[in-house]
Every structure is written in C-alpha cells, then in structure tokens.
C-alpha cells in the first residue's frame, strides 16, 4: 500500500488547530498567560461576582438574629362614636349598695341628680381614629429555623466558590489548547517552509539536468508541480496559524496579537498515576460542589424538622401619636411580653419536605460516590494519553533520521538519473509527514498533561514540568 504524506501532513496540521477570531505582539510563556487570562477572561469574572453574591446573602442572614422593628401607623374609622351614659357606667359598676328610691325622694334635689347623671353621656372614642407607633419583635427560640438558613446560606457559598474553582479549571484547558495549538501551527509553518525550500532546490536541479539532457521533460514537470503544491500548501499552514492566534488574543481578550514564546515538548517521567488520582479526589471543585449541596440539603432537614417546634419571642410596642380621646388616655403608652406560637395543625407538608430533604441528601452522597468512581477513570485516561504521546514523541526518533536519509539518497539518485522526481518529492514529503506527527503527539501530550493539572488542581506546577522538560526539536 502506498503512502500518502503529503495528506497526512495536510490532516494533521488542521487537526490540532482550533478556530476563533484575532490580535498582543510582545510574546509570552504559558504561565504567563494564564495569569493574564486569570485577570482578564470575562467568564471567570462572572464566577466571582456570583461568589461575592452569595457572600452578601451569607451576611444578611445574620440579621435574623436581631430584632425586627417597624413604625407603623394606622387610620380606622368606625360607624359612630363609641360612648357611655351614666346610666350604663353605674349599672356596669359591681358592688355599689342598691339606695331604694324611698329615701333617694326624702333627700332634697337627689331625685333630679340622679335622673340627671343617667341621661348624661361620656364620648370614649370618635368615629376618626389616628394612632402611630413603634412595634419589636426580637425572635428568642425557632426551633433551628434561623440556624438552618444560616446554613443553607453558607452552602450555597460554598457551592458559587466551587464553581469558581470549576471555571477556573475549565479555562485553563481551554487556553492549554489554544496556545499550544498557535505555537503547533507556527512548528507546521516551519515544516512547510522546509519542504517548500527542499523541493525549490530539487525543481532547480531537474531544470538543470532537463537542459543537460540527463532527465525527461516530464521529470521537471513533476518538480514544478510539487514546488508549487508545497507553495500551496506553506499558505495553507501560515493561514491556520493566524486562525489559531487570533483565537488565543481572543481567549485572553487582548487588543493585538498575541505570541507564544513557549515551545512543544515531553517530560520523560511523569508522577505516579496514583498521586494524580488522590489529588484529584481530594481537591476537584466537583466535588466540593456536592458537599455544598449535601449541607443545602442538610440544612432543609433541620428547617423542615424545625416546623415541629413552638416559636418563642419577645414584642414591644411603643405609642407615638393618639387621638385627644378618653379611650386614648386610657391606654398605656408601651407595653412589652414575651410570646409563643405552637403549631398544632401545618398545612406545609412538613412531614413529607422532611422525607424529602432526607432523599436530597441521598441523592447527592450517591452523586458524589459515583464522581469519585468517573474522576478515576478520567484521570486514569487522561493519565493513559500522556504516556502514549510521550512514547510517540521518542519513538518517532528513529523514523525522522530514516526520513532524513532516504531524503538525501533520493536526491543523490536523482542527480545521477537513477531515481524519478516522484520519488525526491515522496521522500520530503515523508519526512515532513513524520516531523509534523512528532510536533502533533507532543501537542496531544501537552493538553493531556494539562487536563491532569487542572483536574488535580495543579495549574501552578505547569511551570515545574516545563523545567524539567525535553525539548521536542531536540529528539
């Protein structure tokens, strides 16, 4: 079967490299970067103010140990005044001795004055009622109410500060692909400029050899051909590679283009698969999310349960403003007590919310038991890739020098006419084809290796594995 490099070549470089629109000219490192996409991505700032929300609404219940104090104020009026004869106040009077009517006549003017003082009247209240006052209510005992939303308060912090973590982490991978897919392109660039230049040379030399005879014409058509392809082809490459940079000004939300001064490379070791797999499981955001929402649940539980407690508080009220009326002289300007509310009938359902939250809380335990068991396997797969990418990168080694050689025994055969332009042009092909492959795998090791940092929450170590890194180019 006969190969194709040159399509291999084609499929590969355009493989690795992601679309997106343009613009930072001075060139940067990777860690230099993400600290830059840190400052400046837009999602990541939507995260933090949605952790700064959930901090205020933390704060606020607070206050819901404090008393609540209201003014209020209020304007009644009533179908007529609200009145006592003298009549109606003597008989309402308990213990008064009965005067028999006898000696009430022997007593001279008592008659007239007592018939007068029980057809007097006396206004209580008119009809236009206006009072103000200033009323408390300080809640003592709720039954855990207060404390259960305090709870759930500081579980949905925790919940926004998870997913912080998470768009964070998401990010970084996201920026692992688009910078190292600029600095893959510009590696194809290179390998495109080189093939472009060999088959240059190779077509001078058909043009050559045609004028001394030594080759058919159709030889240096087949040159000409393939220069001109490789033409195409270098263009092809160098537009990729502004696609691939505009999206990595994108992602940074720079202004002008920006350059990556990081290079491809491989680590020969890598951790042992099972640090990065208890790394993960004690640190992923993931599942710090579903510890929030078992305290969310959790926290329902005592607030459901709660509905089952008699409520105890403390009231106040102080008077303002009263009406120039008896009824208002009467009454005392403040009054305080101390309340209680027992539930004796709830039509909330608060037997099944508690049954409910308990299935809340089930149901985020079973969540987070199998998260640990797909964070494994990810990490394990991710784990697999990087491996594989490293023994490719270092296998291909070998196929380069072959390439390589049999590049410049085909070029020495065809200068003596014992070998066909075909097979010049196939050769250089073949040893771009192997070259971009290598500059790929290193690639596909980088992102893997990315996504084990970002799942293990290891971004900041990305500089500690570049340090001790083997240089792609240098394999």
Known sequence: MKLRPQSLLLSLSLSCITVSPMAYSAAISFDEAWQLLQQDNNSIAAQRANVERYQHLQSATDDLNLPKVTIGANYTRLDQDVTVSGKQLFDSVDGLPHVPANVIASIPGAASLVSSLGSATSTISERDIFTSSIRAIWPIFTGGRISAAQSAAEGKTDEARS???????ARYEDLSKYYFSVVLAQEVVATRELVEGGLTKHRDNAVKLEQQGQIARVER????????????????????LEIAQSALTEILNQSSSVEPRSA????????????????????????DLLDAKEKQASSLIKAEKGKYYPEVYLYGDY??????????????????????SVPLIDNSGRSENVQAAHSAVSQVRYLKAQAKQDLSVLVKKTYLEAQQAQEEVTGLGSSIELAKE????????????????????????????????????????????????ALSSQMNSFAQYQHNAIATHSL
């Open 319 to 340: 008077s303002l403003h009263e009406d120039d009326s008896l009824a208002s002289q009467m009454k005392p300007d403040w009054l305080v007590g101390l309340g209680v």
């Open 264 to 287: 491809l490379f491989i680590n020969q070791n890598l951790p042992p698969l099972s640090a990065f797999i208890e790394q993960t499981l004690e640190t992923y955001p993931g599942l």
């Open 221 to 240: 058509l087949q040159a000409d051909a393939a220069l001109d392809k490789a033409v195409v082809e270098r263009k092809k490459a160098q537009k990729s």
């Open 163 to 169: 997913q912080l973590a998470m768009e964070t982490q």
């Open 406 to 453: 049999n590049l410049r025994l085909r070029e020495k055969a065809f200068s003596q006419g014992l070998s066909t332009s075909t097979d010049v042009v196939d050769a250089q092909l073949y040893l771009a084809s192997v070259q971009t492959q290598r500059a790929a795998a290193s690639f596909n090791y980088l992102i893997s290796l990315s996504k084990l940092l």
